[in-house]
């Protein structure tokens, strides 16, 4: 017992050595009435007003005068607080807000999905692993410690936060890695390598150079490096004044230094040598003024040119005579169909007989051919340069205009042609509900088991598409009434098809023909075609075709309809004014203004079924389509592998492999940012509220 | 004197081994080869006709259940296993490759209603007509051992459709509320309900793996998310949805198969117009599932046709069918994205090739590149009239065929009644509107 009582009064001292002198509080309860002597429940139900709180604070001093005017206005004003809303309001609201943010967050997905959507190819699965040895901290990540010692070092080690599992990274290297995401860190090391591989492409180049021996290479070289530096000091002379006069300065010091060696004053040993052989050798000769024009340029004093100069050399170097650019007039003057161009007599062919011509071609053909020659070039000059012409050519043209109109008229027509093509083919576009077309199935009850009966599908449907094309043939034929159909313009198999044909060109020997010899070749011409008159042939057969192709004046006059009748009456002009029906005419023949080709504007029906009927969906014109089909993607044109690049597929996936749907970390870097960011403030709200507990 | 050596490294002409090919020097002189466009027509003329000769969808037909296939779902980790769960409580698991069902469990009284898989791959939930979930083990219970659920909870409702969670152990529920489970409650942590309806379907985002979708039996779709405390909005179409699917790769796309015969694909984004139509089914569409790799889809029909769709486009690629194949309740891609899974009434789960024409198995190198050339060149060539015809040919029972032509002289005739009621009246007064937009009625929020 006295044991105890010594613990316990030993205790009590403890208790009181901890607490010696705490002060001991006033307990204080809330109450109206507030006695010095007891506590009293008194006036705990009545409630506080805010007219018991403002009259003690108009008492106390420290209360700054703007709460107090605050609370004055309060208690003055009489309005009640508005109700709340109704629940079906706030939900509304709420799932607004949801809403919004969800879509936004959804939202950050756009560029990976169109960035997908564009990929030429896709390898699924997306985030594969290296298949490559893993390391050795990987492998045994799932590896616990159990003995006390072991505890005690990872103990140690977490409170350093040193890695445990994966001693390769600690986690702050690990937030580091994920600040960059996956694609960046691709990108970045994509550039990196190819930083590398420049720099090692332009050493190992610069040592090629340095290696090499031969002095007229580095001669060259040194010449271009002039050149170049002439260039730039030209830019900088505009641009940085102060770098270029430094540049002067550094010229100046090598004009001086020339001026002060005999370096290139042919008085070496090399030059003396030379000097003895300049007399009989060329070369050395050369080599010699070389060295010479060397000097004088290293000598010369540097003047900054003005620009009229500049104009003035420009203007020397157009004036080069034009025969140095003529290409080498290459024809048999003799046989009239081996000319490429047409001579301008011809659009008036058609009135001519074929003998005529030819007479009157033999007598001044030679002169003309010359002459049409260099109108030709002059043309093409004109042409490549769309300069106005000079007042010597101004003169030649009124001669040649005739020719030179014809040919703009040809290339003019080729252009509108095309720009027709485009048109039209851009209406075909418009026509709504096409694209859903293309994509149904035909879906029939035949079932297919054979390439046979395949071939026999073909035939099944081909009398439809046969049926097509004849029907503007007959229109043609009849040649009434409505401008075929255009609207739905033909891919001409011929540029579908085929590859271009290419024109050509062997170089004939410019020949030199006696005058004799040409009158031999002529007679022997003409005795070959004397029973067969081409040209006219052509001509008839062409008028004929265009005669065809004309609207017809239809007559549906009724003799005796509303009026006498009989043999020897006329139908009244009212009548005939009125039903005679003129249709409006085709659109021009291609070959309208190609005197000497006819154009078959018909469809082909056995091929026609092979053709693609409007312009398919994504392609702007004719002329991209027909690109598109022209480019061979198979291994008989093309090399290894342009065709395994030509025809890799869109999406591939690995064998036996599952393909996980995307993951959000792998893909959008921002959202660990924003996951840390809501933890952090979860923990800080969490602290915050602990601490008010505490308080 | 400079004398000039012919030398030849005989790395250019020597073979490694024997059995290597022999190299051929090949000459690219575009005019020793002609007529390329016409050739590589021929080529994909014969390509596209080979494609359809080859085109044998059907691998194998699995049979076992004694009443109609009410749902199927693929093992999370293995390729070769599926779960499928019939109109008379039973669930049974199937080795793909065998051919051959592994185990049979009676897990409900009455229909099993849906079937999930954990994303680990230990475990599968079922829900079914008699208000249960329960939870297997994935491993079959040894010899003798009855089968039991892990975890069996009994709700107050019955449960008509079940999807886990991407990653966390929770699942969701839909009934007459759409319900949040944690594996480790027996009861939800959270539900939404929004006005009284019952839910036939609900899917959690895959991508977005906490946003949740489900069809209402009000005509509307719903969005959710799991951190909000509403529903987010809902869209209300002509005529119900049946089942949904969102797109494993493009987090805000997901698709919705109704009953008014088409597939609406919808940007969550915007929902007052879906982003495509896709019609070409013949009768109420009842499953739709995705591709693994995002890019098309399969539906399942009351019409007894599965149909292949492009994401984007209005048309089907492909329809699938067969004899004995009645209406199709659900459907499923694989997650080797090579094959296709269905179920049907007539008590028959079928597995198609997702592409027909495709030779199943491993491919030597050349093979493959033939393959990738006539794919290419078909396409090239798609819009050639012959090309297309034939690529494009199916052969479709005689029954479908007929309904289809009725339903495109109706709606024909449906197009002409509007044009003449617009002709007739007052201009402006009878907007135009396209088929998008024809079928939504309206987007709640």
Same mark, same amino acid.
């Given at each position: 017992?006295?044991?105890?009582?010594?613990?316990?009064?030993?205790?009590?001292?403890?208790?009181?050595?901890?607490?010696?002198?705490?002060?001991?509080?006033? %307990?204080?309860?809330?109450?109206?009435?507030?006695?010095?002597?007891?506590?009293?429940?008194?006036?705990?139900?009545?409630?506080?007003?805010?007219?018991?709180?403002?009259?003690?604070?108009?008492?106390?001093?420290? $209360?700054?005068?703007?709460?107090?005017?605050?609370?004055?206005?309060?208690?003055?004003?009489?309005?009640?607080?508005?109700?709340?809303?109704?629940?079906? !309001?706030?939900?509304?609201?709420?799932?607004?807000?949801?809403?919004?943010? /969800?879509?936004?967050?959804?939202?950050?997905?756009k560029n990976?999905i169109l960035q997908n959507q564009k990929a030429e190819q896709m390898?699924?699965?997306?985030?594969?692993?290296?298949?490559?040895?893993?390391? =050795?901290?990987?492998?045994?990540?799932?590896?616990?410690? !159990?003995?006390?010692?072991?505890?005690?070092?990872?103990?140690?080690?977490?409170?350093?936060?040193?890695?445990?599992?994966?001693?390769?990274?600690?986690?702050?290297?690990?937030?580091?890695?994920?600040?960059?995401?996956?694609?960046?860190?691709?990108?970045?090391?994509?550039?990196?390598?190819?930083? #590398?591989?420049?720099?090692?492409? *332009?050493?190992?180049?610069?040592?090629?150079?340095?290696?090499?021996?031969?002095?007229?290479?580095?001669?060259?070289?040194?010449?271009?490096?002039?050149?170049?530096?002439?260039?730039?000091?030209?830019?900088?002379?505009?641009?940085?004044?102060?770098?270029?006069?430094?540049?002067?300065?550094?010229?100046?010091?090598?004009?001086?230094?020339?001026?002060?060696?005999?370096?290139?004053?042919?008085?070496?040993?090399?030059?003396?040598?030379?000097?003895?052989?300049?007399? *009989?050798?060329?070369?050395?000769?050369?080599?010699?003024?070389?060295?010479?024009?060397?000097?004088?340029?290293?000598?010369?004093?540097?003047?900054?040119?003005?620009?009229?100069?500049?104009?003035?050399?420009?203007?020397?170097?157009?004036?080069?005579?034009?025969?140095?650019?003529?290409?080498?007039?290459?024809?048999?003057?003799?046989?009239?169909?081996?000319?490429?161009?047409?001579?301008?007599?011809?659009?008036?062919?058609?009135?001519?007989?074929?003998?005529?011509?030819?007479?009157? +071609?033999?007598?001044?053909?030679?002169?003309?051919?010359?002459?049409?020659?260099?109108?030709?070039?002059?043309?093409?000059?004109?042409?490549?340069?769309?300069?106005?012409?000079?007042?010597?050519?101004?003169?030649?043209?009124?001669?040649?205009?005739?020719?030179?109109?014809?040919?703009?008229?040809f290339r003019l027509m080729r252009s509108e042609k095309t720009r027709e093509g485009s048109n039209q083919t851009r209406g075909g576009l418009n026509t709504a509900g096409e694209e859903d077309e293309e994509g149904l199935l035909s879906e029939g009850?035949?079932?297919?088991?054979?390439?046979?009966?395949?071939?026999?599908l073909d +035939?099944v449907v081909e009398p439809r598409a046969i049926e097509e094309p004849s029907a503007p043939q007959t229109a043609a034929?009849?040649?009434?009434s409505e401008p075929p159909h255009k609207k739905k313009r033909e891919i001409n198999l011929k540029e579908v098809l085929t590859k271009e044909a290419?024109?050509?060109?062997?170089?004939?020997?410019?020949? =030199?023909?006696?005058?004799? +010899?040409?009158?031999?070749?002529?007679?022997?011409?003409?005795?070959?075609?004397?029973?067969?008159?081409?040209?006219?042939?052509?001509?008839?057969?062409?008028?004929?075709? +265009?005669?065809?192709g004309?609207p017809?004046?239809?007559?549906?006059?009724?003799?005796?309809?509303?009026?006498?009748?009989?043999?020897?009456?006329?139908?009244? %002009?009212?009548?005939?004014?009125?039903?005679?029906?003129?249709t409006a005419p085709p659109p021009p023949r291609q070959d309208q203004k190609?005197?000497?080709?006819?154009i078959s504007e018909k469809r082909t029906a056995s091929v026609a079924s092979h053709q693609v009927s409007q312009l398919p969906f994504p392609f702007q014109n004719t002329a991209q389509f027909e690109s598109s089909i022209r480019t061979p993607i198979g291994?008989?044109?093309?090399?290894?592998?342009?065709?395994?690049?030509m025809t890799k597929p869109k999406v591939?996936?690995?064998?036996?492999?599952?393909?996980?749907?995307?993951?959000?970390?792998?893909?959008?870097?921002?959202?660990? /940012?924003?996951?840390?960011?809501?933890?952090?403030?979860?923990?800080?709200?969490?602290?915050?509220?602990?601490?008010?507990?505490?308080? | 004197?400079?004398?000039?050596?012919?030398?030849?490294?005989?790395?250019?002409?020597? %073979?490694?081994?024997?059995?290597?090919?022999?190299?051929?020097?090949?000459?690219?002189?575009?005019?020793?080869?002609?007529?390329e466009v016409p050739r590589e027509y021929t080529r994909a003329l014969?390509a596209t006709k080979?494609e359809r =000769?080859?085109?044998?969808?059907?691998?194998?037909?699995?049979?076992?259940?004694?009443?109609?296939?009410?749902?199927?779902?693929?093992? $999370?980790?293995?390729?070769?296993?599926?779960?499928?769960?019939?109109?008379?409580?039973?669930?049974?698991?199937?080795?793909?490759?065998?051919?051959?069902?592994? #185990?049979?469990?009676?897990?409900?009284?009455?229909?099993? #209603?849906?079937?999930?898989?954990?994303?680990?791959?230990?475990?599968?939930?079922?829900?079914?007509?008699?208000?249960?979930?329960?939870?297997?083990?994935?491993?079959?219970?040894?010899?003798?051992?009855?089968?039991?659920?892990?975890?069996?909870?009994?709700?107050?409702?019955?449960?008509?459709?079940?999807?886990?969670?991407?990653?966390?152990?929770?699942?969701?529920?839909?009934?007459? /509320?759409?319900?949040?489970?944690?594996?480790?409650?027996?009861?939800?942590?959270?539900?939404?309900?929004?006005?009284?309806?019952?839910?036939?379907?609900?899917? *959690?985002?895959?991508?977005?793996?906490?946003?949740?979708?489900?069809?209402?039996?009000?005509?509307?779709?719903?969005?959710?998310?799991?951190?909000?405390?509403?529903?987010?909005?809902?869209?209300?179409?002509?005529?119900?949805?049946?089942?949904?699917?969102?797109n494993?790769?493009e987090? *805000?796309y997901?698709t919705?198969?109704?009953?008014?015969y088409n597939l609406y694909t919808y940007d969550?984004r915007h929902?007052d117009v879906p982003v495509t139509v896709h019609m070409d089914h013949?009768?109420?569409?009842?499953?739709?599932?995705?591709?693994?790799?995002g890019r098309e889809f399969?539906?399942?029909?009351?019409?007894?046709?599965?149909r292949i769709f492009p994401k984007d486009k209005g048309h089907s690629r492909e329809v699938?069918?067969?004899?004995?194949?009645?209406?199709?309740?659900?459907?499923?891609?694989?997650?080797?994205?090579?094959?296709?899974?269905?179920?049907?009434?007539?008590?028959?789960?079928?597995?198609?090739?997702?592409?027909?024409?495709?030779?199943?198995?491993?491919?030597?190198?050349?093979?493959?590149?033939?393959?990738?050339?006539n794919k290419k060149l078909i396409e090239k060539f798609q819009h050639h009239p012959q090309v297309r015809r034939i690529a494009r040919h199916r052969?479709?029972?005689?029954?479908?065929?007929?309904?289809k032509r009725?339903l495109r002289e109706m709606r024909e005739a449906r197009r002409r009644k509007e044009q003449n009621v617009r002709k007739?009246?007052?201009p402006g007064?009878v907007p135009l509107l396209t088929e998008k937009e024809k079928h939504v009625?309206?987007?709640?929020?």
């Amino acid at each position: 017992m006295q044991n105890e009582n010594l613990v316990q009064i030993s205790f009590f001292n403890q208790l009181m050595l901890v607490h010696p002198r705490k002060k001991q509080n006033e %307990r204080s309860e809330a109450s109206v009435q507030v006695s010095e002597y007891f506590v009293n429940a008194e006036g705990t139900g009545d409630k506080v007003n805010l007219s018991d709180l403002l009259g003690t604070v108009e008492k106390t001093s420290g $209360a700054s005068n703007k709460t107090k005017k605050q609370l004055r206005n309060l208690q003055s004003s009489k309005e009640t607080l508005e109700l709340p809303l109704n629940k079906q !309001q706030t939900e509304k609201i709420q799932r607004g807000i949801a809403y919004e943010k /969800t879509t936004a967050e959804v939202s950050c997905w756009k560029n990976i999905i169109l960035q997908n959507q564009k990929a030429e190819q896709m390898v699924f699965p997306l985030n594969q692993e290296s298949s490559g040895p893993k390391r =050795v901290e990987q492998v045994v990540a799932g590896w616990k410690v !159990q003995t006390p010692l072991e505890q005690e070092i990872f103990r140690l080690l977490h409170g350093s936060r040193q890695p445990v599992n994966d001693p390769v990274l600690t986690p702050v290297e690990e937030q580091s890695l994920k600040a960059m995401s996956l694609e960046e860190a691709k990108i970045r090391r994509a550039e990196l390598q190819k930083a #590398r591989a420049l720099q090692s492409y *332009y050493e190992a180049k610069a040592k090629r150079e340095k290696k090499i021996k031969s002095k007229k290479y580095h001669k060259v070289q040194n010449k271009a490096k002039r050149k170049d530096f002439l260039k730039q000091f030209d830019e900088m002379v505009k641009t940085n004044p102060e770098g270029a006069l430094e540049e002067l300065k550094k010229m100046e010091l090598s004009r001086m230094e020339e001026r002060m060696s005999l370096k290139h004053q042919n008085s070496g040993k090399w030059a003396k040598s030379k000097a003895i052989m300049a007399k *009989y050798d060329d070369s050395a000769r050369k080599a010699m003024q070389e060295q010479l024009q060397m000097n004088k340029d290293l000598t010369q004093k540097m003047v900054v040119p003005s620009d009229d100069e500049h104009e003035s050399i420009e203007e020397g170097l157009e004036t080069v005579p034009d025969f140095v650019n003529d290409p080498e007039t290459v024809i048999d003057p003799v046989n009239p169909w081996m000319r490429g161009q047409l001579t301008h007599e011809e659009p008036e062919v058609s009135c001519v007989t074929a003998e005529e011509v030819q007479t009157a +071609e033999e007598e001044n053909e030679e002169e003309e051919i010359i002459g049409e020659f260099e109108r030709k070039r002059k043309l093409r000059q004109a042409d490549e340069e769309d300069l106005i012409p000079t007042e010597e050519e101004q003169e030649e043209e009124d001669e040649e205009e005739d020719v030179s109109e014809f040919n703009t008229l040809f290339r003019l027509m080729r252009s509108e042609k095309t720009r027709e093509g485009s048109n039209q083919t851009r209406g075909g576009l418009n026509t709504a509900g096409e694209e859903d077309e293309e994509g149904l199935l035909s879906e029939g009850q035949i079932r297919v088991r054979s390439i046979e009966d395949l071939e026999v599908l073909d +035939e099944v449907v081909e009398p439809r598409a046969i049926e097509e094309p004849s029907a503007p043939q007959t229109a043609a034929a009849e040649a009434t009434s409505e401008p075929p159909h255009k609207k739905k313009r033909e891919i001409n198999l011929k540029e579908v098809l085929t590859k271009e044909a290419k024109a050509v060109r062997l170089p004939f020997l410019p020949t =030199v023909v006696d005058e004799e +010899e040409r009158d031999e070749q002529i007679s022997i011409i003409k005795e070959a075609f004397a029973g067969d008159d081409v040209i006219s042939d052509f001509i008839k057969d062409k008028s004929r075709q +265009e005669a065809a192709g004309r609207p017809a004046v239809v007559d549906l006059t009724l003799p005796g309809w509303g009026e006498w009748g009989g043999v020897g009456l006329k139908p009244p %002009r009212w009548k005939r004014k009125r039903f005679r029906i003129k249709t409006a005419p085709p659109p021009p023949r291609q070959d309208q203004k190609l005197p000497d080709v006819i154009i078959s504007e018909k469809r082909t029906a056995s091929v026609a079924s092979h053709q693609v009927s409007q312009l398919p969906f994504p392609f702007q014109n004719t002329a991209q389509f027909e690109s598109s089909i022209r480019t061979p993607i198979g291994s008989t044109w093309n090399t290894q592998t342009v065709v395994k690049n030509m025809t890799k597929p869109k999406v591939v996936t690995k064998l036996g492999a599952i393909i996980e749907p995307m993951v959000k970390e792998d893909f959008i870097k921002s959202y660990y /940012t924003l996951v840390t960011l809501k933890k952090y403030c979860y923990i800080s709200c969490l602290c915050s509220w602990y601490c008010g507990v505490a308080c | 004197m400079k004398v000039k050596v012919l030398c030849r490294n005989p790395d250019d002409y020597v %073979r490694e081994t024997t059995r290597d090919i022999q190299r051929v020097p090949r000459n690219y002189d575009p005019t020793l080869h002609p007529f390329e466009v016409p050739r590589e027509y021929t080529r994909a003329l014969n390509a596209t006709k080979l494609e359809r =000769v080859f085109a044998k969808p059907f691998v194998a037909s699995l049979d076992g259940h004694r009443d109609g296939i009410s749902c199927i779902t693929k093992h $999370a980790k293995s390729l070769s296993t599926i779960i499928s769960g019939a109109c008379d409580g039973e669930v049974k698991v199937w080795n793909l490759p065998r051919q051959e069902c592994l #185990r049979t469990v009676q897990a409900h009284e009455g229909f099993v #209603r849906g079937i999930c898989s954990r994303f680990c791959g230990t475990s599968f939930f079922t829900v079914g007509d008699d208000k249960t979930i329960k939870q297997w083990n994935w491993e079959a219970p040894g010899y003798g051992v009855r089968e039991e659920p892990i975890n069996t909870i009994l709700g107050k409702a019955v449960f008509t459709g079940i999807d886990h969670h991407q990653r966390e152990g929770t699942f969701v529920t839909c009934g007459q /509320t759409v319900d949040i489970w944690d594996e480790q409650r027996s009861s939800p942590i959270r539900s939404f309900s929004w006005g009284v309806d019952s839910f036939s379907c609900v899917r *959690y985002n895959p991508v977005e793996t906490e946003l949740l979708a489900s069809c209402a039996s009000d005509r509307s779709v719903v969005l959710y998310d799991t951190r909000e405390s509403a529903p987010l909005r809902k869209v209300i179409m002509q005529l119900r949805s049946n089942t949904l699917c969102w797109n494993p790769m493009e987090a *805000y796309y997901f698709t919705c198969a109704n009953e008014d015969y088409n597939l609406y694909t919808y940007d969550i984004r915007h929902l007052d117009v879906p982003v495509t139509v896709h019609m070409d089914h013949v009768s109420a569409v009842l499953d739709v599932d995705y591709s693994p790799t995002g890019r098309e889809f399969v539906s399942a029909s009351f019409d007894k046709t599965i149909r292949i769709f492009p994401k984007d486009k209005g048309h089907s690629r492909e329809v699938y069918h067969t004899k004995r194949m009645q209406h199709v309740i659900c459907v499923r891609w694989s997650a080797d994205n090579k094959y296709v899974l269905s179920g049907s009434d007539e008590m028959n789960i079928r597995l198609w090739k997702a592409n027909a024409s495709e030779k199943l198995g491993l491919l030597s190198a050349r093979e493959k590149a033939a393959t990738h050339y006539n794919k290419k060149l078909i396409e090239k060539f798609q819009h050639h009239p012959q090309v297309r015809r034939i690529a494009r040919h199916r052969h479709l029972p005689g029954d479908i065929l007929k309904q289809k032509r009725e339903l495109r002289e109706m709606r024909e005739a449906r197009r002409r009644k509007e044009q003449n009621v617009r002709k007739h009246s007052k201009p402006g007064s009878v907007p135009l509107l396209t088929e998008k937009e024809k079928h939504v009625v309206a987007v709640v929020e």
